[in-house]
């Protein structure tokens, strides 16, 4: 059983700084993405940043420049610095993992449970 453990989060005044971080556990064979993407109330899910296995990274629109994604591919953990944070970053936070559980699997998603990351004065 595959299992995305976040951790970090809470509360913050605009400007500043917060990390997140997930590991992921259980039995796999290789992990191809991993990544964060977040919900606002009456929102739909979106991209906040993906890092590859190979160091290959993306990130939305809204926080280039300001988010830094990391892995740590020997520890199956991926990390999520945010700065300058914003109201707008408001939002429940998930993990996400693109991975093959088995030599010939098929790739699949895998989500954390999420974390809270709330900017407020």
């Known amino acids: 059983q595959v299992q995305l453990v976040e951790s970090g989060g809470g509360l913050v005044q605009p400007g500043g700084s917060l990390g997140l971080s997930c590991a992921a556990s259980?039995?796999?064979?290789?992990?191809?993405?991993m990544g964060w993407y977040r919900q606002a109330p009456g929102k739909e899910r979106e991209l906040v940043a993906i890092a590859t296995t190979d160091g290959n990274t993306d990130y939305g629109d809204s926080v280039k420049g300001r988010f830094t994604i990391s892995r740590d591919n020997a520890k199956n953990t991926v990390y999520l610095q945010m700065n300058s944070l914003k109201p707008e970053d408001t939002a429940v936070y998930y993990c996400?993992?693109?991975?093959?559980?088995?030599?010939?699997?098929?790739?699949?998603?895998?989500w954390g449970q999420g974390a809270q990351v709330t900017v407020s004065s």
């Open positions: 996400n993992a693109l991975l093959r559980k088995y030599f010939y699997s098929a790739p699949q998603n895998y």
């Open positions: 259980g039995s796999m064979r290789s992990i191809n993405v």
